[in-house]
Nanobody
Framework: QVQVVESGGGSVQAGGSLRLSCVAS??????MGWFRQAPGKEREGVAA???????KYADSVKGRFTISKDNAKNNLYLQMNSLKPEDTAMYYC????????????????WGQGTQVTVSS
């Protein structure tokens, strides 16, 4: 089974930064991405990256978040700067072995999530 595990969440004040990490099983994924979900809200795509490094970002995080990959380790990262209270959510790492999924929710593999809390 493919394993996907997130880490790096925590509590910060508005304007602060966090760096999330995702450790995935050794495999060449077609797409990897970060998603988030707040209580009572639908899950939404935050950032995605394909095999050649092409990226996509949700409008709400453009200019503040950066997604990247460590190709040797097949790990995924999300650098989050200038955090806002509305960024508070459970953040999930996702991966797909079949095709590029972008910010869509049709990824095959999902982690258990890491909590990010941003206070005013």
């Amino acid at each position: 089974q493919v394993q996907v595990v997130e880490s790096g969440g925590g509590s910060v004040q508005a304007g602060g930064s966090l760096r999330l990490s995702c450790v995935a099983s050794r495999y060449r994924f077609s797409s990897m991405g970060w998603f988030r979900q707040a209580p009572g809200k639908e899950r939404e795509g935050v950032a995605a990256i394909d095999t050649d490094g092409s990226t996509k970002y949700a409008d709400s995080v453009k200019g503040r978040f950066t997604i990247s990959k460590d190709n040797a380790k097949n790990n995924l990262y999300l650098q989050m700067n200038s955090l806002k209270p509305e960024d508070t959510a459970m953040y999930y790492c996702a991966a797909d072995t079949r095709r590029y999924r972008g910010l869509g929710l049709e990824y095959t593999y999902w982690g258990q999530g890491t909590q990010v809390t941003v206070s005013s």
